[in-house]
C-alpha cells in the first residue's frame, strides 16, 4: 500500500509539471520564444522545477524564478516585449492575489503619511554608489528626453532644461521641487536659472546627497512628506514621485500644491503612467523594487486636477523611457565588476530584471511618461511654446 500511494503521489507531481511545461511552452511559442533556443532573447531553462514556479506564481514566480538563476534569456529585454504583445500581462496575478489587492484598493491606503518612507528604505535608500554607477552625472533618476541627444548624460540635461523652461523659471523665482530625488533638479534650476529651490525627499541618503551637491547654491534640502510642507512658491514641481502618491492621495497632492503655489504660479508633474485605471498592481515590482507605488490612468490625473487647476500642456514621450532604461542597464552591467563586493549574485539579477521589464513595458507602450504643466484657475494661459 505505502509503495501504491508513493507511486500515485509521484505520477500526480510528473503529470502537473507536463502541465505547466506545456502552459508555458504554448505562450511562449505564440511570442516568437523558443524554450532552449539559439535567438537571443529565447529563453534558457536552467531548472526544470521553473515551469511550475511561473505558472502557479505568475509575475512573482516568473521574476524570483529568474533571480535564483532558475532561468535565463541573453536579451531579457527583447524575451519581455514579445511576451507583452501577447498580452502576458493579462495573466501576470493568479485570482487570489487579484482578489486581495482589489479589497486593500478599497480599504487601504498604501500610501499614507505612516507608509510613506517605506520605498524610501527599500529602494532610495540604496547604497550611493550603486546609483552614482548606473546614472548619469546629473543624477537624475527618471525618464531623460532623447529628441536631440546623442547619449544619456545630454538626454538627462535636455530634460531638465525643458522642464525649466516649461516652467518660465526667471532668476529670483522660489520653487519646490516634490520628490527631488538627489537633487538634480535643484541643482540645475538653481545654477542655470538663477532660482532658490526648497527639495523635498523621504529618504535619508537622497538629502545628504543633494545637500552636499547644491552646498553653494540657493537650495535647501527637507527630510519631509510632501503633505507637511508649508509656504508660498512661485512655481511647484514634481518629476518621477506622482507614482508614489496613490490614488487614494491625488487628490490630496494636487491640493496641497494648489495651496502651496502662488495665484500666478506655474507647476509641473512628470509622472509614469498607464493606459488605463487599475486596482492591480505587479507583485514583483512591489516586493522587489516599489513598494506600494501605484501607476496612475491619464483620466485619473485630470480628475484629480478638476476645479483646482488648468492643465495647460501635455506631452508624452513614453519611449524616450526605453532608451532611458536601457542606457542604465549598460551602465549597471559595466560597473558590476567594482559593485559585486557589496551586493550578491541574486542582487545583480533582480536589478537587470527590473531594468529590463521596465524598459520592455514602455517599448511596447504598455506604460507612458507624460508632462503636465499646470496653470492655476482664473490665470491667463502661459507664453512658453514646448518643443515636439
Known sequence: MPSKTLSIKVDDVSARKNTTEQQWRALTDR?????NGAHPWDMRINNPAAYDRIMVGRSLGLGESYMDGWWDSAELDEFFSR????????ISLPKVTT???LLGAVFRNRQSLSRARQVAEQHYD???????????????????????????????LAKLDLICRKLELEPGMKLLDIGCGWGSFAWYAAQHYGVAVDGVT???????????????LPVNILLRDYREIEGQYDRVVSVGMFEHVG????????????RLLKPEGLALLHTIGENSASTTFDPWINKYIFPNGE????????????NIFFIEDIQNFGPDYDKTLKAWDENFVAAWPRLEHRY??????????????CAASFRVRNLQLWQLVLGKQGQPRPTYIAPR
Open 247 to 258: 490614488k487614494k492621495n491625488y487628490r490630496t497632492f494636487m491640493r496641497v500644491m494648489d
Open 202 to 216: 523621504v529618504s535619508v541618503e537622497q538629502q545628504k546627497y543633494a545637500q552636499e551637491r547644491c552646498a553653494d
Open 295 to 306: 501607476l496612475p490612468a491619464l483620466q485619473q490625473i485630470t480628475a484629480a486636477v478638476e
Open 31 to 35: 511570442a516568437g520564444i523558443e524554450i
Open 83 to 90: 511576451l507583452f504583445q501577447i498580452r502576458i500581462q493579462d
Open 344 to 357: 550578491d549574485q541574486r542582487f545583480y539579477r533582480m536589478w537587470r530584471y527590473y531594468l529590463n521589464v
Open 126 to 156: 540604496l547604497d550611493n554608489e550603486l546609483f552614482a554607477a548606473m546614472l548619469d552625472p546629473t543624477f537624475a533618476y527618471s525618464c531623460a528626453y532623447w529628441r536631440d541627444a546623442k547619449n544619456l548624460h545630454e538626454a538627462q
Open 99 to 101: 482578489a486581495v489587492q
